[in-house]
Structure formats: C-alpha cells, structure tokens
C-alpha cells in the first residue's frame, strides 16, 4: 500500500512543549506532504519536503526526512492550543496524492 | 483570491434518494480530487480529474457513485440510492497540476443519510 501510517494515533501535550509526529511508508516517493485539519473539515497544507532534501522548516514546524528508513517527522515546538488539530501525512508517488489516517493532536493550555 | 469552495456545507438524506454534491475549485487549477472522510477516519481517495484526460475512478466504492467535471472547473459528485454507510464528510481539493502538488481543500460537504 502507499499509504503512509502516522504515529503515535493521538498525542495529548501541555502548551509550550514540543510535539513530534512520525510517517512510515513502504513505497518509493517522489515527495511527502503534511497537512493539518481542524474539526473534521478542510485540510490545510503544512509543508513539503522533496524526496532529495533530508530536512526542512517553516516557521515552528521541522520536518525530517529518511528515505532509507522510509519515514518522516514533523516536530511542532513550543505548541499551542491553537495547535490543536489532526496531522496528516500525504506521499507523493506515480500516482495522487495518498494520506495516512492521521494523528490526533490535542494542546492542552 | 478565492479558495476552493463546497456545496452546501451540510445535507441530510433520506435512504434511496440521490444527492449531488458541488466543487468549485481555484481558478486555473487543472487537477481535481474527490475524498471521503469518515467520522475519526482517514481520508479516502475517490476520484482525480486532471485536465482533459480521462478521469481516474480507481477510489470509487460502488457505481453507484458518479462524478463529472464540466468545461474544466465545477465539478459534481453525484451518489444515486444513498444509504447509510455513505454518510461521511466529502472534502473536494484543487490544485495547479495535479500529481505531487500541493492540494487546496474546500471545507468539506457533511453527507447524513437518515
């Protein structure tokens, strides 16, 4: 399947720590997307990191990369309430994009 | 300028009955998606539209299910003799040229079916 699984299912975290999120995969990519959503509607699109790049930022987020391992990260730092959401991974292969089932993300103030 | 629009945003159903359901994506975005999202769920491929190719249906659950994507911008996802395991939310996601693109998502059209 190319459906990537995220890890851990939910994740609950006092505001001001860091929270980490993991994507496992088994097919090759050509990119891998992650993407929030909030109250069960639209996703909104994070961050994109190319099968050659190994790290990238934006903002609070870090994503990482291991092409060898077949997995990512996303590290939120210094989260927020406002955080609150479920995160998505979405891989990016010879076919549309394919998203895992999410993580549950709960910030608690 | 205008993000991707769904509607309407909710529509209960009785059993039996057809609903349709509308994407108006960005303007000039060339692909179209189609998803499924059940309560705490995943989402659920259905359809891609990109351009004038053929569409890809490989996502959709029974034929009973239809989409169509008219003049290249509003698509509808039509579901004929709805029944209960169909209520989900449906999201529709737009984006410039589909493949590995960044997707644009509508706020999604909550489908309950009585």
């Known amino acids: 399947s190319q459906q990537g699984e995220e890890d851990p299912q939910a994740l609950s975290i006092q505001e001001g720590e860091n929270a980490t999120m993991n994507c496992s995969y088994k097919?090759?990519?050509?990119?891998l997307q992650w993407y929030r959503q909030n109250s069960g509607r639209g996703l909104v699109h994070l961050i994109l990191i190319r099968s050659n790049e190994r790290e990238k930022h934006s903002g609070r987020l870090r994503v990482t990369l291991d092409t060898s391992k077949k997995s990512s990260s996303l590290l939120i730092t210094a989260s927020r309430a406002a955080d609150t959401a479920s995160y998505f991974c979405a891989l990016s292969g010879n076919t549309p994009l394919v998203f895992g089932k999410g993580t549950r993300l709960s910030v608690i103030a | 300028g205008a993000g991707v629009s769904q509607s309407p945003s909710n529509k209960v159903t009785e059993k039996g009955k057809d609903v349709e359901l509308r994407c108006d994506p960005i303007?000039?975005?060339?692909?179209l998606y189609w998803y499924r999202q059940s309560l705490g769920q995943g989402l659920e491929f259905l359809i891609y539209?990109?351009?004038?190719?053929?569409?890809?249906k490989s996502g959709l659950p029974s034929d009973r299910f239809s989409a169509e994507r008219t003049g290249g911008s509003v698509s509808t996802l039509t579901i004929q003799r709805t029944q209960q395991e169909d209520s989900a939310v449906y999201l529709c996601?737009?984006?410039?040229?589909?493949?590995?693109?960044?997707?644009?998502f509508g706020p999604g059209t909550r489908l309950t079916v009585l």
């Open positions: 303007s000039g975005h060339t692909a």
């Open positions: 996601a737009s984006s410039l040229a589909g493949g590995p693109d960044e997707q644009f």
């Open positions: 097919t090759s990519i050509n990119n």
């Open positions: 539209f990109q351009g004038n190719s053929a569409p890809d």
